[in-house]
Nanobody, 114 residues
């Protein structure tokens, strides 16, 4: 399975971006998909995850500002990011589990200016 993240860019604080993660195969049976981020000099952290059931969970720093979703028909996962802050600046990566194996996509850079 190949995952392709896109949608990053430069945005001012308070702005919004929508990230997309496109899968090369059906995501319908993927029990788990998630967005992670990694800022320079920091460890990779979980941003949000979504289960096949639709249940979602978020990192504390993004709760109330970010929304994760998935469209199984289009084999896509999204991350709507609102009220962006400079501390949200990072490379954002998507992943998913298929047939018991974890797959990572390449990252997309989000830069939030103050």
């Amino acid at each position: 399975v190949q995952l392709q993240a896109s949608g990053g860019g430069l945005v001012q604080a308070g702005g919004s971006l929508r990230l997309s993660c496109a899968a090369s195969e059906s995501i319908f049976s993927m029990p788990f998909m998630a967005w992670y981020r990694q800022a320079p000099g920091k460890e990779r952290e979980l941003v949000a995850k979504i289960l096949r059931t639709g249940r979602t969970d978020y990192g504390d720093s993004v709760k109330g500002r970010f929304t994760i979703s998935r469209d199984n028909a289009k084999n896509m996962m999204y991350l709507q990011m609102n009220d962006l802050r400079p501390e949200d600046t990072a490379v954002y990566l998507c992943n998913g589990i298929s047939s018991g194996q974890l797959y990572w996509g390449q990252g997309t850079l989000v830069t939030v200016s103050s």
